[in-house]
């Protein structure tokens, strides 16, 4: 009984698991990929720090206090009054406090104790509540005169010391708002999405051309089949592109809790925000992976660089106009043009995530998700297959062509 010969070769998706572990890991523990993920949040950080000090600069700039230049009775019922006052009025008022430096006697000269810079003073108010005098830039006056008044109105009786109750009835939104609301919040998915793939998929361009010109890619598919080598690359990009934004997200996060961004505001999306969030994740896998095959199979037909530059233009370009596309078909839902945007491959992801940002429909989003990833298919395949051409064809056609001059010869 003879013995069954050994399988020297692995499947297909075993090949690609390894190539995908391998160029995983490779790039995960390099120290470009460190600067990468480093090179985003350094403007981020410098924004935020940059943004704070100026909040702070702006705030301590605008925060002087007037200063009450009266006798101390005068003071305590303006201080009161104004005390009240901001109660009800919240930051509007501006802050009070005595003037300490002053003199009590008539030759007190507030314009010139300002001018002086005598004290951190926006203004000084003197005189009596019921005969004030305010000083200050002309600005100042205009910006703080009605407030000074209706507080020295307040400390001599003439204005309501308790206000009255104020009914309210609150909406909690209008049919336009909530419309206009989730079309920003379609608006900011799009960008964002946009904004990841373009960024980490050129990862896989210079990958793939440091291993052609190190013939790391012969050694390989010597080993291995080429398709595998193209989806276990693919992959293995994808995979790294999460550990990316995993990375910046959690930065993100940390930076709000912190309080040194302001989040902003985005109305909660039709499908809400955890279905939305999952949408994203995998709207992002699907438009990563159809411009990460292009780009792979641009890698394959290139041997340097500057071929690289060139050949991925065209792409980079069509994907711009792709957004652009998206973008314009967001605000006419319904029309033929949000159809097409829906169903062209490369326009697709943006297209619905805005669409989940906007109605609550789920099946529609199975249905584009099917087509998708069929169109990720057929575009695997075809980059492979062209992947497998160009990358082989130097060396297995020569050496082909060789051995069977050899075997005519020897007939």
């Given at each position: 009984?003879?013995?069954?010969?050994?399988?020297?070769?692995?499947?297909?998706?075993?090949?690609?698991?390894?190539?995908?572990?391998?160029?995983?890991?490779?790039?995960?523990?390099?120290?470009?990929?460190?600067?990468f993920l480093l090179g985003p949040l350094f403007p981020v950080m410098v924004g935020a720090l940059a943004g704070g000090i100026g909040s702070e600069v702006q705030q301590q700039a605008t925060s002087s206090a007037v200063g009450i230049a009266m006798n101390e009775a005068d003071t305590a019922a303006m201080l009161e009054a104004h005390r009240q006052l901001a109660d009800e009025l919240g930051p509007v008022m501006p802050a009070m406090k005595p003037v300490v430096e002053a003199h009590r006697d008539a030759g007190f000269d507030a314009a010139a104790m300002l001018e002086a810079r005598m004290g951190d003073y926006a203004a000084i108010v003197s005189g009596t509540p019921a005969q004030p005098r305010l000083a200050g830039t002309q600005e100042?006056?205009?910006?703080?005169?009605?407030?000074?008044?209706?507080?020295?109105?307040?400390?001599?009786?003439?204005?309501?010391?308790?206000?009255?109750?104020?009914?309210?009835?609150?909406?909690?939104?209008?049919?336009?708002?909530?419309?206009?609301?989730?079309?920003?919040?379609?608006?900011?998915?799009?960008?964002?999405?946009?904004?990841?793939?373009?960024?980490?998929?050129?990862?896989?361009?210079?990958?793939?051309?440091?291993?052609?010109?190190?013939?790391?890619?012969?050694?390989?598919?010597?080993?291995?089949?080429?398709?595998?080598?193209?989806?276990?690359?693919?992959?293995?990009?994808?995979?790294?592109?999460?550990?990316?934004?995993?990375?910046?997200?959690?930065?993100?996060?940390?930076?709000?809790?912190?309080?040194?961004?302001?989040?902003?505001?985005?109305?909660?999306?039709?499908?809400?925000?955890?279905?939305?969030?999952?949408?994203?994740?995998?709207?992002?896998?699907?438009?990563?992976?159809?411009?990460?095959?292009?780009?792979?199979?641009?890698?394959?037909?290139?041997?340097?660089?500057?071929?690289?530059?060139?050949?991925?233009?065209?792409?980079?370009?069509?994907?711009?106009?792709?957004?652009?596309?998206?973008?314009?078909?967001?605000?006419?839902?319904?029309?033929?043009?949000?159809?097409?945007?829906?169903?062209?491959?490369?326009?697709?992801?943006?297209?619905?995530?805005?669409?989940?940002?906007?109605?609550?429909?789920?099946?529609?989003?199975?249905?584009?998700?099917?087509?998708?990833?069929?169109?990720?298919?057929?575009?695997?395949?075809?980059?492979?297959?062209?992947?497998?051409?160009?990358?082989?064809?130097?060396?297995?056609?020569?050496?082909?062509?060789?051995?069977?001059?050899?075997?005519?010869?020897?007939?």
């Amino acid at each position: 009984m003879s013995a069954q010969p050994a399988r020297s070769r692995l499947s297909i998706w075993q090949a690609a698991f390894v190539i995908a572990r391998r160029d995983f890991v490779a790039i995960l523990f390099s120290r470009a990929f460190i600067f990468f993920l480093l090179g985003p949040l350094f403007p981020v950080m410098v924004g935020a720090l940059a943004g704070g000090i100026g909040s702070e600069v702006q705030q301590q700039a605008t925060s002087s206090a007037v200063g009450i230049a009266m006798n101390e009775a005068d003071t305590a019922a303006m201080l009161e009054a104004h005390r009240q006052l901001a109660d009800e009025l919240g930051p509007v008022m501006p802050a009070m406090k005595p003037v300490v430096e002053a003199h009590r006697d008539a030759g007190f000269d507030a314009a010139a104790m300002l001018e002086a810079r005598m004290g951190d003073y926006a203004a000084i108010v003197s005189g009596t509540p019921a005969q004030p005098r305010l000083a200050g830039t002309q600005e100042q006056v205009d910006r703080l005169g009605g407030r000074v008044a209706l507080v020295a109105a307040s400390a001599i009786g003439n204005a309501p010391r308790a206000f009255p109750e104020l009914a309210t009835q609150v909406v909690t939104t209008s049919g336009a708002s909530e419309k206009v609301d989730r079309v920003r919040t379609a608006q900011a998915g799009q960008l964002l999405l946009f904004l990841l793939i373009m960024l980490l998929a050129g990862m896989v361009l210079s990958n793939l051309v440091e291993e052609k010109g190190n013939k790391i890619i012969e050694v390989l598919a010597a080993a291995i089949p080429m398709d595998a080598v193209f989806l276990g690359k693919l992959f293995a990009m994808l995979a790294v592109s999460f550990v990316g934004i995993v990375v910046w997200g959690s930065a993100g996060v940390a930076a709000f809790a912190l309080g040194a961004v302001d989040g902003g505001t985005l109305t909660e999306p039709a499908v809400g925000w955890p279905l939305f969030f999952v949408l994203g994740v995998v709207y992002f896998a699907m438009g990563y992976l159809l411009l990460g095959s292009l780009f792979l199979t641009i890698g394959a037909m290139a041997s340097t660089v500057r071929e690289v530059q060139t050949l991925s233009m065209p792409v980079t370009m069509m994907q711009l106009m792709v957004f652009f596309f998206a973008s314009y078909a967001l605000a006419r839902p319904g029309s033929w043009q949000e159809l097409a945007a829906a169903v062209f491959p490369l326009s697709s992801p943006f297209a619905m995530l805005a669409r989940a940002a906007q109605f609550g429909e789920v099946w529609p989003h199975l249905v584009a998700l099917a087509w998708q990833a069929l169109f990720v298919a057929i575009l695997v395949k075809g980059g492979a297959t062209l992947f497998r051409r160009r990358v082989m064809q130097s060396g297995p056609r020569t050496s082909g062509r060789k051995a069977w001059f050899a075997r005519k010869a020897k007939a």
